[in-house]
């Protein structure tokens, strides 16, 4: 069974970039042409969030910075190739709610929910996410609830990540609440690789207000660099690990 | 400024227990009539939650479980007071924006995405919550978005911790993933109270699956019990502890 699962993750593995190998971030085009890129201006924006856009799309014209596109589905071409190359039995979801399925955060009509873009810097080898909360995203009254801030970091932590490292898996998320973030407000993640112990990343980031007086949330994750080996010493399966990763989100569009 | 938002506070205090005090879980009624409660079976809910729902209402008909009501919106009337109660300034947003604002976990259409109903046991000091996943919560094809499930936990945890503690307010969570959890199953969150050291409450919690024999996520959080003299300490405003914890959730509704 691991063998065969390995069989099946090579050439993928090879084909997004194995750990410690090259990153294909020249791969990282939009995956189809019948895809809405969400990563976008739109005209729920607020002028903060389009101000700091433009900033970024500045610093992408020499080719330092490149701004990351995002979908809100998997196609169910996608969905029936992971099946397939996962899964030897069936995961109990139809293809047709496949179909009708949303990427979590881009789940929600324009403006409502979340709204982010998020650039690469394969020089500084970090990432940037610009994000305004909307108000369905509201925890006490006229602030952003936790589970939505935490949402966007697990989101752009398992971006870097998979930027950074390759195939990888969230073990962990650690947050730190400091500040509540006012509802509609514009919020800046950064993150960084901490450090590599083995097949563990350590990635952390923090979410700051525009003016980068204010810090709302800290956050850190673990990641697990996909290994068969690894997968078998944890009784967790390698489809788990790759799956986990390497479709995690459409940030990262996967061409099987 | 501290003394004034302590006087502000003690009333509320009082109303609402105190770290230590009695709990007011015999307060713990709907709001206004005019608000929907989204903890009741709904079309859209699998045989599975609907079951599990029947059979924790049958625990209720002793009194020995609550089930715990749930809304989507804070009043305008509520944000009012609650920015006059905790907000010497003002906050950035605007009366008609709360009035439009959802509860993040109640943001979706029926059965698109969190559905959820949570029952509060008083002699076992835990919350048992069933959810269901809805087809907009998805991280990779097929299964729930780490953030989604982070959310369940949050909301969960912090009811926990207003019902044994008092105000509290979420200070860090840490989540471990386990297995991936798929789309529209049902999963059951179970909390505990871990300990209690000065003025933090560790609470943790896990997802199973319904017939226990998958644990799909563990987390844990703290929260640290209001006090104007912590608040002061880590120079962060009595308001927004009291806040973060007193509106943290329509599940506890605060008549000011």
Known sequence: ??????????????????????????????????????????????????????????????????????????????????????????????????SQAKFFPRSFEDGLGFEYAMFWSKDEKRIVCLFQGGLYLQGIPGFLHGGALVTLIDTTLGTHAMLAGGAVMTANLSINFKRPMPLCSVGVINTQLDKIEGRKLFVSCNIQSVDEKTVYTEGTGKKLLLSSCLASSLSLSPSFFFSFVLVYNPHMPINF
Do not use: Y
């Not at 970039?17 to 294909?24: K, S």
């Not at 990351?68 to 190359?85: G, I, M, Y």
């Open 1 to 98: 069974m691991l063998r065969s699962c390995a069989a099946r993750l090579r050439p993928l593995l090879v084909a997004h970039g194995r750990p410690g190998g090259a990153r294909l971030t020249s791969t990282f085009s939009f995956e189809e042409v019948t895809q809405k890129d969400h990563a976008l201006p739109k005209p729920s924006w607020s002028k903060d969030l389009r101000l700091l856009f433009d900033q970024f799309m500045k610093k992408c014209e020499d080719g330092s910075w490149e701004r990351l596109p995002s979908c809100s589905r998997h196609s169910v071409q996608r969905f029936q190739n992971f099946t397939k190359a996962f899964f030897s039995g069936s995961i109990p979801v139809k293809e047709e709610q496949i």
